[in-house]
């Protein structure tokens, strides 16, 4: 097979949809041509028209786009709705009884939660929410396993008004209580713990270690009883999910808010410092989820909607809390390792779910198919009708594999482009109507402005010439800006090319068909199988450990994650022999994975004397990445200030 995949991406072949699914995808090559049309002749109205008709309004806007404070841009500013009512109430007449979530634990455990259910334990537990003086506008953390109830917290703030940030279940106590107080957060809620991998993810113990040096703003935590295993709670802090709900009602009238009022924050890892609270707006977010839904997911009534990711990555915002229950569909949920019991689970649950539509990321594909075909050979797949991928550029190996083995060459493969900042998909193939390549996100979707332009900010005509991704008008799901940070959204988004362009940190090039081909990113951000971490996060938590004078961090390219990450670390005291240390190395390794969690563990660390500086005193990261793949030094070297290390670090000395 691997000949065969050589000889395909020789020929740069197209794989054109098939006729069976270009038949019945909802969106055809007329209209799509008429949605671009559309948009590139009225960009504003174009929007119009899809929030009016995707959207239920409480009050409907006049205004469409405000642009008077750009880069802040508001959108349907004078409308009013709630996010929970368009994800649940509206599908009560017709599709009370129509399941909502199936959910299937890592230990075989499973319920269906129709939308009639879903609405009454969104309502008890928003009254519950109330009940602890949570009101519009404050700030709700949610730090749960992947469960119903996660949704069910994220849609009940929604209802309310309060704002959720929900912390990715990896992550640690340090992490946890960063964003807790970033966002001066009133109320955590949380689980004892979760299941993975066999194990209790303990995140009960970690939030009450988190809250042991927060401020003062956390007053409530709201602990879900998932593992039943011994916790301890905190007389007149905690409360148990099912007191914090006993006797409330499971009626609860919507919050309407205001378009603009924000739904979510949610940290993202960025260049410099500490990860930046993303701030998302209600309307605007969810028209973006809806249209990409129907656009690239072709949803249709009868699906069932697979996304793999995490409720606490913005695609488990997007595609698992949002999107799919707002177009009123079936959404599978998952909480577990996908290695449990073997390599075959994911499959296993396609197959007992009749998954149609399964969206994961290019790190996972990678690691299931190095455990073989046999493995997915062994179920019926045949429910899946459309493929999708997100978080990384797919390596096309990978993509011929999920082509051949998963979708059997009948299904189309969405590689879904997209950042945390931009709410929704922005570039990825229409399934019913774009050809793909392996390997390419394809064409910006309607109304997307996206180009690809050189340092001065000129749009880029040459073929396959690489330079920055942009976006060149404001879109409805665009990031509102970064919780309480003015100065980086501008410095991080828009500084760039004075507020002209959305600078999005990618590099990419367009072929002769005019495809995105994602390059990589322009600034020290890793992508560690397809979550962003910064260097700087990774390097500050090594340089806080008590032997560690100074570290620089890059990635390496890797097989499965797509990077890993490689430490280069100054020690106190004398440099190990041979520039290593198998004891010191799993200590600084579990002090990462204690300061920010285990995805940020760098998977080796190589011991200096120093490390390659410029003569102002910068780290030379380039140099390093260099000589972490592996590849001969070709760079400029003369402006090092100390030019020997970099034999020491070459491992040659
Ligand atoms: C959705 C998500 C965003 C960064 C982005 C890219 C990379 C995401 C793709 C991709 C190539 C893709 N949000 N990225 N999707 N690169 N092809 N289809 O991942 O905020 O966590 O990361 O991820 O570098 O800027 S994110």
Known sequence: MVQNIDSILQENRLFPPTADFANSASINAAKLQALYQQA??????????????????????????????APHYRWFEDGKLNVSYNCIDRHLPDKADKTAIIFEGEQGDTRHISYAELHQETCRFANALKAQGIASGDRVVIYMPMVPEAIIAMQACARIGAIHSVVFGGFSAEALKDRIDDASAKLLITADGGHRGGKIVELKAAADKALESCGDSLQTVIVLKRTAHDVTMKAGRDIWWTDATQGLSDECEPVWVDAEHPLFLLYTSGSTGKPKGIVHSSAGYLLGTIVTMKWVFDHRADDIFWCTADVGWITGHSYVAYGPLAVGGTIMVYEGAPTVPDTGRFWQLCETHKVTVFYTAPTAIRA??????????????????LLGTVGEP????????????????RCPIVDTWWQTETG?????????????????????????????VDEEGNPITTPNKGGLLVVRKPWPSMLRGVWGDEARYIEAYWGMFNNRYYVAGDSARRDEDGYFWIMGRIDDVLNVSGHRLGTMEVESALVAHPAVVEAAVVGRPDEIKGEAILAYVVLKGARPEGGKDATLTQELRSWVGEQIGAIAKPSDIRYADNLPKTRSGKIMRRLLRTIA???EITQDTSTLENETILLQLQGKE
């Open 368 to 385: 299931l198919m190095k455990s073989g075909d046999e493995v997915p050979n062994r179920y019926d797949l045949s429910s899946i009708r």
């Open 424 to 452: 929704a998909n922005m570039i990825a193939p229409v399934p019913g109507v774009v050809a793909t390549k392996p390997g390419s996100c394809t064409r910006a979707l309607p109304g997307m402005a996206l180009d690809v």
């Open 394 to 409: 797919i390596n096309p190996e990978a993509w011929m594999w999920y082509h051949m083995v998963i979708g059997k060459t």
């Open 629 to 631: 793949s592996g590849e």
């Open 40 to 69: 590139e002749e009225h960009h504003e109205g174009f929007w119009a028209e899809l929030a009016r008709s995707e959207l239920a309004w409480k009050k409907p806007f006049n205004k469409t786009l405000n642009s008077d404070h």
